[in-house]
């Protein structure tokens, strides 16, 4: 079965970076884009970056020069740099993938940002 497992979540200070890493198992790693999300309380998910097996990466516009979608597909894994982190940034991240039109869903790992 398709599991998504993130990890590298924590609570950093403003202008900190953080990896954060999603391992997949039970499918086709290197044929799915693979998207970052995160959602705050009250909020919808929200898209922060994708990328397709090729590499081909698109980052959300707020994100864009401090954020880094990449990934491993000989390691079934995914990453998500992000440096200069503001506390806008504090949310769950989940990864993301769609297969057969479903969405499958990591368990997320918290991201805080504070001083």
């Known amino acids: 079965q398709v599991q998504l497992v993130e990890s590298g979540g924590g609570l950093v200070q403003p202008g900190e970076s953080l990896r954060l890493s999603c391992v997949a198992s039970?499918?086709?790693?290197?044929?799915?884009?693979l998207n970052w999300y995160r959602q705050t309380p009250g909020k919808e998910r929200e898209l922060v970056a994708s990328i397709t097996g090729t590499g081909h990466a698109n980052h959300k516009d707020s994100v864009k020069g401090r954020f880094t979608i990449s990934r491993d597909n000989a390691k079934s894994t995914a990453y998500l740099q992000m440096n200069s982190l503001k506390p806008e940034d504090t949310a769950i991240y989940y990864c993301?993938?769609?297969?057969?039109?479903?969405?499958?869903w990591g368990q997320g790992t918290q991201v805080t940002v504070s001083s």
């Open positions: 039970g499918f086709n790693f290197n044929g799915y884009i």
């Open positions: 993301n993938i769609v297969r057969l039109g479903v969405n499958y």
